[in-house]
């Protein structure tokens, strides 16, 4: 009888271990999914955890408290936001990569609609997708719609320029190359001014530098257009599918008009 007693009080200790550590694992996971706003009032500098769940009308995340509750930081009082990447925006690159532009279009704009003017680099490479998607489409006026979108939703951030590099590739699309040209010049010269680019700054000035590159080998420049498509991965490797883009672009230009970095 002792005997059956032990062994089921050693099997209901094993079992308050065992959820203790079920307990624990969950506790951690949400400890490494929680997105992080580092926010400033005044002096005072705030950090805030939890699930960001939308975004306002002016763009201030709102988000979930461990403790259940939803507050919303001022957009204007935030400094910087970690959030962790969505599968949908791994599904838009994809799709886009592949030509799968109806796809992409879908993915992209989940992310779009939930969290509009939120500065984060994949929510706005996001609105950019579902832009260039309807631009390879060549549902132009769809383009032009959520190129206004980007420069709407984020005027008073470092994003805005994606708006002009949309206005860029419209206009190459017209075959308007000088507009084209002209709307690129400023962030370009940027782009070669600034030495230690932000996550921000890199993902605009890749962009940039791979439509300068399509412009120049449009106009016979294939040296040039080297040189732009490989300043991609050499200054700006952080998103893959670019660089691959790139990568591809500059071994056609080698292979097929023997184009060299001067």
């Given at each position: 009888m002792a005997e059956v007693v032990s062994q089921y009080l050693s099997m209901q200790f094993l079992r308050r271990i065992i959820s203790l550590l079920c307990s624990l694992l969950l506790a951690t996971q949400w400890l490494l999914s929680q997105d992080k706003?580092?926010?400033?009032?005044?002096?005072?500098?705030?950090i805030t955890t939890g699930q960001i769940l939308g975004t306002t009308a002016d763009g201030a995340p709102r988000i979930r408290l461990a403790d259940g509750n939803i507050?919303?930081?001022?957009?204007?009082?935030?400094?910087?936001?970690?959030?962790?990447?969505?599968?949908?925006?791994?599904?838009?690159?994809e799709a886009f990569a592949k030509g799968n532009y109806e796809e992409a279009i879908i993915a992209a704009q989940k992310i779009a609609?939930?969290?509009?003017?939120?500065?984060v680099a994949w929510v706005v490479e996001a609105f950019g997708i579902v832009a260039d998607s309807h631009l390879a489409l060549k549902q132009i006026?769809?383009?032009s719609e959520w190129y206004q979108?980007?420069?709407?939703?984020?005027?008073?951030?470092q994003f805005a320029v994606k708006a002009d590099i949309g206005s860029a590739k419209?206009?190459?699309?017209?075959?308007?190359?000088?507009?084209?040209?002209?709307?690129?010049?400023?962030?370009i010269q940027r782009a070669r001014s600034t030495l230690r680019p932000t996550p921000t700054e890199s993902q605009v000035f890749a962009d940039a530098f791979f439509l300068h590159g399509e412009i120049l080998e449009q106009k016979e420049q294939f040296n040039e257009a080297l040189a732009s498509f490989l300043s991609i991965p050499a200054l700006y490797p952080e998103n893959p599918t670019l660089v691959n883009r790139a990568l591809q672009r500059a071994e056609i230009l080698s292979t097929r008009h023997k184009a060299v970095v001067n």
């Open positions: 706003i580092i926010s400033r009032r005044g002096a005072e500098e705030r507050t919303v930081v001022q957009i204007s009082e935030v400094v910087s936001i970690e959030k962790e990447e969505s599968p949908e925006i791994r599904t838009a690159r609609d939930q969290f509009p003017g939120l500065p006026d769809r383009a979108k980007i420069r709407s939703a984020y005027s008073a951030t419209i206009a190459k699309l017209n075959g308007k190359m000088e507009d084209a040209e002209k709307a690129l010049s400023e962030i």
